[in-house]
């Protein structure tokens, strides 16, 4: 707006007046992103808080891509310290950040995940081939060898031994890391089985890109905000619903919803990370190198996430389902962490 | 003569005590009745939803006071511990919560259980005891130091799904894998209640701790203190404001068309969806003017913006009820209007603005939608201690855990809502009392 | 020396000014009241806000130019190296400057900019600082100086305070062109996106839109009618309820009730009134919606459980308290002289109700009805917590709808990107609302208020 410079100024006099001095600084680490590793951060910053002597971190669940968009907006602090994500940034987000002065980025890989599609126990268990799901999420399907519109309404349409009742999937929002993985996976996986979409793959990327990847916007398939709580909620309340999520809530959840089948395999801690069940995916935390010195306790922070007793076999992270990283792969996880080694361009 | 023949003529006409008259005015007291018996049913419907609300509450929430603790003796061993004796109060305030506490409930247990050894077992008996157990342990070594290499018998919080099990909201009847204890865990709480070591008391934690992902550590204290921050921005800002703009519209301000607009702006602005003013608070408070986010200060200033025009309602009806002989009086006696205002009409109209005012704040204080616009929905453990610091608020603590899976919190949720239902209840409570006591004085 | 210290003595400035100026008047007089114009708290006031004023208008110049001043200093002090620089980049390395954080091989001659910073920042605030100290100073004495016996400093002081209490007046007039101006102006940014025909009138709602350029989600498809509909369905299915049932309890405490039953039943409607929204949708979610969806497996049909019916019926409960104290003012103003006469003629009650008070208090009925609907269209929480999510287009009450309400909050918590039409959208959503609802408001008012005119 037009006034905005005189109106900022105003609020930072209402700051001034409001008891604290402007340049005091923050002291306490605020993190951002994926609803997915929210849990898992929560719990660390939880127990994070309860161990040391430091403030325990805000953390407010924003999805991967609105997360990374609130990170790279600068430094200061009025943005971020930390931002989750259930996918790696992309390189359009890297030079977002580089463009904002947000130049030193540390990731940290801290396990992995499945995409779980589930329902409530009330209903039957559905077993689903990628192919299902990209026929019954799509926005345009392959029919007899043409592209047209989703025709399909139930699920038996589209695999007679699926069951006789409406496609409805909650699932997350474009801003989520767990929307682009079940894209690139699930859905991606899907299309390929079909030879005329392979032959486009080569011929028009973009074009098949957006065949695989754009889903349907006619109501089927319900975008459910970044409170992955609240899908398995209405999952509960409606048990012809099936939900898109990250394994840990299966987890959390188990005695009232239930996996599907993917390709024949159930989603469970081991079939994840023995990388059989098929979608999965790695989870990442970016850590802002210009904050470190600023707003305390984030080296500590990221020391108390790759700690035996949080990332162990039996550490609190992997009750709350985590699937955690592979011993050779922690140490190096870690090595880089103590490092505080960044992202290069 | 005619005339009055003729009226007694019609009169002597209607034979009230006919059947067809009986049956008319029965048919009248009839419907008399039937009206009367829905508006009674009405009224009672009315009540019966106030009742479930309360009950359903309370059914639900009354459990969510007490926690459930399994006693076991812990051997304070040195060698976790380290020496304390040696340290300064500086260095025991790092080190006592780098403790491994839970090694020692771990070595508790093997003693306790000699014949469990494998790891995924230790783990499943681990599982019983809350995160906060290792809290409750490492406190202990704090207040008393003397406590280190010999045995103390301690009763340690137990989790969530022992605390639901034991008050009986997980059900032992349904099959192992749908339920969130399991088969072996249910023998080790059974032999604990055999042996009189699992005791349930009063959850002194749940008032003084905050958010928590575990719902047996959950609290409302920060929430708490995140509503009494957000309430004093709210009444700083809308009391003065509101009170200064009624004595000002109803006492000098002239007749003309721009007060008639201020008035009818205040009367819709009475009627703005509360959602609205979040909209105002993100787009303003947040976008333009860059206040931090989630913090008790933007929370109060947009509660302050929706609750004026409520005060300023009631305010201007305090002032209208005050009468004009006193006000004249003291315009005769010399006294300016301004006077007139601020030493005779303010203090008498003062109950009634103290009432509407608390009204307004009662209203902030249960308002949760314009505050999920702003941020303050994040997961937020510390207590805030400034009004720039993130926090949440009681209303939107209840949402938060309303929307969380975890059984466990669903009676903290009720419980949450009693806590809230209870400022609430005080708050008008204090209107009533304030006005009586103004009323007597007068 | 921050911006708060001042403030802070500032306000102890103003307070020994008070005194001064309280005991100067005295002082003047000998103690003989009678031979001062005003009082003496007026001239210690008048003495003190004087003194306090131009202080504080420096104070406030300093917090708003303060980041203009520094930054126009420092790129002069960058010289030619800002020159040839992009203005983001500026806005960079200015930031780099002011929130330098030490580092191990720190560059010389950014090192030097920053020195720079930090002692010309000083400076500034210590002149500022200084001068309205010195202002307050100046101003205090001026007008100590100036009092004299017959020195009308209540009517300045009077003046002063009439003018503070026109701006708070003024502040809820400003709230409103705030809230206006607000969505109106995100609203347009949302509208050159997104056509107001295809907002107003289209049938799909699915606000989805890529975040990055390289991904590739959907286009997205705003027509909000679903939305509109659904709030609509929610709403009718509660005043269908709320509406009768508020009305005859209103009738029955106001014609029937004894004070006994009266006494005791207001006050619980009103505590049912100041239940806080957010407690019905739970009950909404906990209670209701598995109650009607039992029901109706019982009778074999088949109801969502997030059903607008359950929605429907919570909501009812939130306003009939508001209903019934608005239809209990109007019936109570009706005079009583019409009451007794029809009593009289030996109308029984009922007929007396229906015929003479009903059709009297109507329009005032109608207002009531008609905020209440206002009210029940811009809640929040209730279909935050027991509505839907899927933009459906069906008036079955079985069914589960979403409502305006409902879809600004899931735009809005979390994710915040005002450049995309997704986020912009709830602004649009959200003067939609606001239109509706101050129509319906400012007809209620309308109504009400030509009615009252009748009898007063």
């Known amino acids: 707006m037009f006034k905005k410079p005189t109106l900022k100024k105003i609020g930072i006099g209402l700051v001034g007046l409001s008891m604290i001095t402007i340049a005091e600084a923050r002291d306490q ?7 997915t590793v929210f849990p898992f951060s929560t719990a660390v910053a939880e127990e994070f808080g309860r161990s040391t002597g430091f403030k325990t971190p805000v953390v407010e669940s924003t999805g991967s891509g609105g997360g990374l968009k609130l990170f790279c907006a600068g430094v200061g602090d009025n943005y971020p310290d930390i931002t989750n994500s259930s996918r790696a940034i992309k390189s359009s987000e890297i030079e977002l950040c580089a463009s904002n002065g947000v130049k030193n980025v540390i990731e940290v890989k801290v396990g992995y995940d499945g995409i779980v599609l589930a329902n409530s126990k009330e209903a039957s268990q559905l077993s689903f081939s990628l192919q299902d799901i990209w026929l019954g999420l799509a926005k345009d399907v392959v029919v007899n060898g043409e592209i047209i519109p989703n025709p399909y309404q139930y699920w038996n349409e589209v695999n007679p031994s699926l069951p006789n009742s409406k496609i409805e999937v909650l699932g997350p929002p474009p801003t989520s890391g767990t929307r682009d993985a079940f894209a690139e996976i699930a859905l991606e996986g899907g299309c390929t089985a079909y030879p005329e979409v392979e032959a486009l793959r080569a011929k028009d990327n973009n074009r098949f890109k957006a065949l695989c990847h754009t889903i349907r916007e006619d109501g089927a398939y319900i975008e459910a905000g970044e409170n992955d709580n609240l899908i398995v909620g209405k999952l509960l309340a409606n048990p012809g619903a099936i939900g898109v999520f990250g394994y840990s809530f299966l987890e959390e959840n188990s005695d009232v919803i239930q996996g599907s089948f993917v390709e024949g395999h159930e989603p469970s801690f081991d079939n994840i990370s023995d990388k059989i069940y098929q979608i999965s995916r790695s989870l990442f935390v970016y850590v802002k190198k210009a904050h470190i010195d600023s707003v305390p306790g984030i ?31 922690l140490l190096i996880v870690q090595n880089k962490a103590d490092n505080l080694i960044s992202l290069k361009n | 003569m005619t005339d009055n023949s003729s009226d007694n003529l019609y009169i002597s006409k209607v034979d009230w005590n006919s059947k067809e008259q009986k049956d008319r005015l029965k048919k009248r007291y009839l419907i008399e009745r039937i009206f009367k018996g829905f508006a009674i049913a009405s009224l009672l419907s009315a009540l019966v939803a106030l009742f479930v609300v309360l009950a359903s509450v309370f059914i639900t929430g009354v459990s969510g006071f007490k926690e459930t603790r399994i006693t076991l003796d812990i051997n304070m061993d040195e060698r976790i511990v380290g020496d304390l004796s040696s340290m300064s109060d500086e260095e025991l305030r790092r080190h006592i919560p780098s403790i491994n506490a839970n090694q020692m409930i771990i070595n508790a247990l093997r003693e306790k259980f000699p014949n469990v050894t494998s790891r995924r077992e230790i783990f499943e008996m681990l599982r019983l005891f809350s995160v906060g157990a290792q809290t409750e342990i490492r406190n202990s070594l704090l207040n008393d130091h003397n406590l280190i290499g010999e045995t103390v018998t301690m009763n340690l919080k137990a989790s969530s799904d022992v605390d639901m099990l034991i008050k009986g909201k997980i059900s032992r009847e349904i099959i192992e894998g749908d339920r969130k204890i399991s088969d072996q865990q249910l023998q080790w709480i059974d032999q604990f209640i055999q042996e009189g070591k699992i005791i349930q008391g009063f959850n002194w934690s749940f008032f003084t701790s905050g958010d928590s992902r575990e719902p047996e550590l959950a609290g409302i204290w920060s929430a708490t203190v995140g509503s009494l921050l957000t309430l004093l921005v709210t009444f700083v800002i809308s009391f003065p404001v509101g009170v200064g703009s009624a004595i000002y519209l109803e006492e000098f301000a002239p007749r003309n068309r721009f007060t008639d607009l201020i008035e009818i702006n205040i009367n819709n602005l009475a009627a703005v969806p509360s959602i609205i003013f979040g909209l105002l608070g993100l787009a303003i408070f947040i976008n333009i003017m860059e206040l931090p986010r989630s913090a008790p200060l933007v929370g109060g200033l947009t509660l302050a913006l929706m609750t004026l025009p409520t005060i300023i309602i009631t305010a201007r009806a305090a002032i209208k009820a005050v009468p004009p002989s006193i006000k004249e009086a003291a315009i005769g006696l010399g006294a300016s209007k301004m006077q007139t205002v601020f030493h005779q009409v303010l203090p008498l109209s003062m109950p009634g603005i103290m009432t509407g005012s608390i009204i307004g704040m009662a209203q902030a204080l249960g308002e949760t939608a314009p505050l999920l616009m702003i941020g303050m929905v994040a997961f937020i453990v510390d207590t805030p201690s400034s009004i720039t610091e993130a926090a949440t608020v009681l209303p939107v603590q209840v949402f938060l855990w309303a929307d969380s899976p975890e059984r ?4 903290k949720t009720s419980a949450a809502i009693m806590v809230l239902l209870l400022f609430l209840i005080i708050m008008n409570s204090l209107a009533i009392w304030l006005r009586h006591r103004f009323e007597k004085k007068q | 020396m921050g911006t708060f210290s001042l403030f802070l003595i500032l306000i102890l400035l103003m307070i020994i000014f008070f005194v001064l100026g309280k005991n100067k008047s005295l002082l003047m007089v000998k103690s003989n009241i009678r031979n001062l114009h005003s009082r003496p708290v007026h001239y210690g006031y008048s003495v003190g806000i004087n003194s306090f004023i131009p202080g504080f208008c420096i104070l406030a110049i300093w917090m708003l130019s303060e980041g203009y001043i520094i930054d126009k200093l420092l790129i002069s002090h960058l010289g030619e190296k800002s020159a040839n620089l992009a203005s983001f980049e500026l806005t960079n390395l200015l930031n780099s400057i002011k929130e330098y954080f030490e580092s191990a091989n720190p560059d010389p001659e950014l090192l030097r900019h920053v020195e720079y910073y930090i002692t010309t920042s000083e400076r500034i605030a210590w002149t500022f600082f200084l001068s309205a100290i010195a202002a307050c100073c100046f101003s205090g004495f001026r007008t100590l100086n100036n009092i004299k016996p017959d020195i009308n ?5 009077e003046f002063i305070i009439k003018i503070v209490l026109v701006i708070f007046s003024v502040i809820a007039v400003i709230t409103t062109i705030g809230i206006v101006f607000s969505l109106l102006f995100e609203s347009i940014r949302f509208f050159d996106q997104i056509s107001i025909t295809e907002f107003v009138f289209g049938t799909q ?13 959907s286009s997205g498809a705003f027509g909000a009618v679903p939305l509109f509909l659904g709030t609509m369905l929610i709403t009718a299915i509660a005043m269908f309820i709320a509406g009768p049932i508020g009305l005859m309890s209103a009738i029955y405490m106001a014609e029937f009730a004894s004070d006994r039953i009266r006494n005791i039943a207001k006050p619980l409607l009103e505590i049912l009134a100041g239940i806080p929204t957010v407690v019905y949708g739970f009950i ?12 109706g497996e019982a009778i074999g049909l088949e109801i969502a459980s997030e059903s607008a019916l359950a929605a429907g019926i919570v909501m009812a409960a939130m306003i009939i308290p508001l209903i019934s104290s608005l239809s209990d003012d109007v019936i109570s103003v009706v005079p009583k002289s019409l009451r007794e006469g029809s009593l009289g003629l030996g109308a029984t009650k009922t007929e007396t109700t229906i015929k003479v008070i009903l059709p009297s208090a109507l329009p005032g009925i109608v207002g009531a009805l008609l905020l209440a609907t206002s009210r029940a269209i811009g809640e929040t929480m209730i279909v935050v917590m027991a509505a839907g999510m899927a933009a459906n287009l069906t008036i079955n009450p079985l069914e589960a709808v979403t409502t305006v309400t409902v879809q600004i909050v899931t735009l809005l918590t979390g994710d915040q990107e005002f450049a995309s039409a997704k986020t912009l959208s709830a602004f649009a959503l959200g003067l939609a609302l606001f239109i509706t609802t101050l129509a319906l408001n400012a007809f209620a008012l309308y109504i009400v208020r030509k009615y009252r005119e009748e009898y007063d």
């Open chain 1, 29 to 35: 680490i605020r993190i951002v992103g994926s609803s």
């Open chain 1, 299 to 329: 080296e500590e922070f990221l020391n108390e996430f790759l700690s035996e007793k949080a990332m162990g076999d039996f550490g609190y992270l992997a009750e709350k389902g985590l699937i955690p990283l592979p011993a050779p792969e």
């Open chain 2, 408 to 411: 466990g919190f669903l009676e």
């Open chain 3, 153 to 157: 400093s209540r009517n300045n002081l």
């Open chain 3, 284 to 295: 909404a979610a906990l209670v209701v919606a598995p109650f009607i969806r039992n029901v």
């Open chain 3, 205 to 217: 709602w699915s606000p989805q839109t890529a975040i990055r350029i390289d991904q590739v989600g």
